[in-house]
C-alpha cells in the first residue's frame, strides 16, 4: 500500500499563502487520482481538492479560486497551493488517493499524520 507523508503547513496570517507536499512512497501513485481534506477541531474531515490521474481538478466551494492542486508524477508529489488564506481554513491538512477522482470521497489509503495549517487574523 502506498504510503503518503504530508509536509508545508505552518501559522500564517490571514491573506497569505502556502504551499503544501504529498509525497508518495511509489511510482504507481500516479495512475491514482489523489486528493487533499482538511479537519479542523471538532468537524468532520471534508474533501477539499482533487485531481486525477490525468490531471483533471475538482475544488469544494469553500475554497474554488483560491486553491490550486497539482501534481508531479516524475517526483510522486502532489501540491495544494494555498492563496488568500482565512482563519476558516485552519485545519489539518491530508492527502489521500482513489482510483477515480468521482471515489476520492472513499480513499483507499491509509491516512498520514496530516499537516498542521493555522491561519490567525
Known amino acids: 500500500q502506498v504510503q503518503l507523508v504530508e509536509s508545508g503547513g505552518g501559522l500564517v496570517q490571514a491573506g497569505g499563502s502556502l504551499r503544501l507536499s504529498c509525497a508518495a512512497s511509489r511510482s504507481r501513485f500516479s495512475i491514482n487520482a489523489v486528493g487533499w481534506y482538511r479537519q479542523a477541531p471538532g468537524k468532520q474531515r471534508e474533501l477539499v481538492a482533487g485531481i486525477s490521474s490525468g490531471g483533471t481538478t475538482n475544488y469544494s466551494d469553500s475554497v474554488k479560486g483560491r486553491f490550486t492542486i497539482s501534481r508531479d508524477n516524475a517526483k510522486n508529489t502532489v501540491y495544494l497551493q494555498m492563496n488568500s488564506l482565512k482563519p476558516e481554513d485552519t485545519a489539518v491538512y491530508y492527502c489521500?488517493?482513489?482510483?477515480?477522482?468521482?471515489?476520492?470521497?472513499?480513499?483507499?489509503?491509509?491516512w498520514g499524520q496530516g499537516t498542521q495549517v493555522t491561519v490567525s487574523s
Open positions: 489521500n488517493t482513489a482510483l477515480r477522482l468521482s471515489t476520492l470521497s472513499r480513499p483507499f489509503g491509509s
